[in-house]
C-alpha cells in the first residue's frame, strides 16, 4: 500500500498496527560536547548554568531529526489503534494559557564519561488539559499509553503517568523549539529518563495491553524511572590541576528531590559539599566543593542521598547500565 493512496487517517491506523513506519536507519545521533555542561564566566571561572541554554542542550535520537512543518503538523489521539480526534499548533496555542515548568531531561544511557543530562524551562500543558478539551475519556480498560513520533520511534507508559503529569510542549526557554529538540511539539514525562519523552509527536494512543517500545524491546528499562545519580564535571577524569580547586558536579533522582549530597576525598570520611541550586522535584541539584589539595594524585568520589532514603552506590560505573546510572561518579586528578 503506497502511503500516497491513504489519507491521514488511515495512514495513522496502519502506523499503529506497526505495518508502515517512516524508512529509518536507527543511526544514533548525539551531542558529543558534554564538557559543555561546563562554562566559563568572563572572569574565568568555572560554573554549570542552572538553566542549559538551547544550544548546548544535549541531542540523542534513534534516527535522526525528521523536518515536520508547524504549519500542517498535526498529533492524533487514538483509542485502541483508531483515530478519536487530533489537535495541531494552531489549536494548542490559541486554546490554551501555556504554563513554564522547570524540568532536567537526563538520557537513560548516560554515564560518567557521557553526562547526557540538561536543564531547561518548558512552555506547554498537561496532556490531560488537552484530553479534556478533546472531550477523550480514559477507560478503566487502558492500562498504557503508546507513543510514536513522526521519525518512527515509539514508546509506552502506564496511564497513571499521565497524571504525572504529561506535559505537551513547544518551546524550551523561550523559544520555538528547535528540530533536534522535537519540533514542532514533543512530550515531557516527570520522572522518566529521555526514552520515555517523544519527541516530534505523532500520536497517542490508548491501549489495553501492554506495548514494548524501541528500546525496552532491546533489553532497556521499560518503566525507565530515573535512578539516584551523581557526577563530576569539574575536574575530569585524568585533568592537571591547580589547587585550590572548585569541585563542580550534578545530582539528580527525577522527581524525589536531592537531600544531600557529599564528596570523598581518596577513599577518606564523607564530606557535605555545598548546594548551589536546588528547586525541587524534576530538577537538577547543582553542587560544588573547596578543596585545597597537597600536590599529587588524588581521586574524588561523590555520593548523593534523595528525599526517599536512595543512595547512590559506591560502584562509580553503576549497578545496571540498562536500567539507568545509578552510581556516584568518581574522578582521579593530578594536583600541583
Known amino acids: 500500500m503506497k502511503t500516497s493512496d491513504l489519507d491521514r487517517r488511515d495512514l495513522l491506523r496502519v502506523l499503529a498496527a506497526g505495518a508502515l513506519l517512516p524508512a529509518c536507519d536507527r543511526v544514533v545521533v548525539n551531542n558529543e560536547n558534554q564538557d559543555g555542561l561546563v562554562t566559563m564566566t568572563e572572569d574565568g571561572v568555572a560554573i554549570i548554568p542552572p538553566i542549559t541554554a538551547n544550544e548546548d542542550f544535549y541531542i540523542y535520537s534513534c534516527c535522526g531529526a525528521p523536518e515536520v512543518d508547524p504549519d500542517t503538523w498535526t498529533c492524533a489521539i487514538m483509542n485502541r489503534g483508531e483515530v478519536v ?25 548516560s554515564s560518567p564519561r557521557k553526562q547526557f543530562i540538561n536543564n531547561a524551562i518548558w512552555t506547554g500543558v498537561p496532556l490531560r488539559d488537552v484530553l479534556d478539551e478533546l472531550g477523550f475519556v480514559i477507560e478503566p480498560e487502558h492500562i498504557e499509553v503508546r507513543m510514536q513520533g513522526v521519525d518512527g520511534y515509539d514508546a509506552s507508559l ?23 529538540h522535537g519540533a514542532p511539539v514533543r512530550l515531557m514525562v516527570p520522572g522518566h529518563y529521555g526514552t520515555k519523552n517523544i519527541k516530534w509527536i505523532a500520536y497517542i494512543d490508548f491501549v489495553d495491553e501492554p506495548h514494548s517500545g524501541y528500546w525496552d ?20 577524569w585524568g585533568a592537571e590541576v591547580e589547587s585550590p580547586v572548585r569541585v563542580l558536579g550534578t545530582a539528580f533522582a527525577g522527581s524525589d528531590p536531592v537531600a544531600k549530597v557529599e564528596v570523598q576525598i581518596d577513599g577518606a570520611g564523607w564530606q557535605n559539599a555545598t548546594i548551589d541550586y536546588s528547586n525541587g522535584p524534576d530538577v537538577w541539584t547543582l553542587w560544588s566543593y573547596e578543596w585545597k589539595a597537597s600536590a599529587g594524585g588524588h581521586t574524588i568520589q561523590v555520593r548523593v542521598t534523595s528525599e526517599s532514603g536512595a543512595v547512590t552506590v559506591m560502584d562509580p560505573e553503576g549497578t545496571n547500565k540498562l536500567n539507568g546510572y545509578d552510581g556516584g561518579d568518581l574522578v582521579y586528578a593530578d594536583f600541583s
Open 158 to 180: 502506564l496511564v497513571e503517568d499521565v497524571d504525572a503529569p504529561i506535559r505537551v510542549v513547544w518551546k524550551m526557554n523561550g523559544d520555538d523549539l528547535h528540530k533536534s
Open 85 to 109: 480526534a487530533e489537535f495541531d499548533l494552531e489549536w494548542l496555542t490559541s486554546t490554551f494559557e501555556p504554563e513554564d515548568h522547570e524540568m532536567t531531561l537526563q538520557c537513560i544511557g
Open 217 to 236: 524491546s532491546r533489553g532497556w528499562s521499560k518503566r525507565a524511572e530515573y535512578k539516584c545519580n551523581g557526577f563530576i564535571s569539574v575536574p575530569r
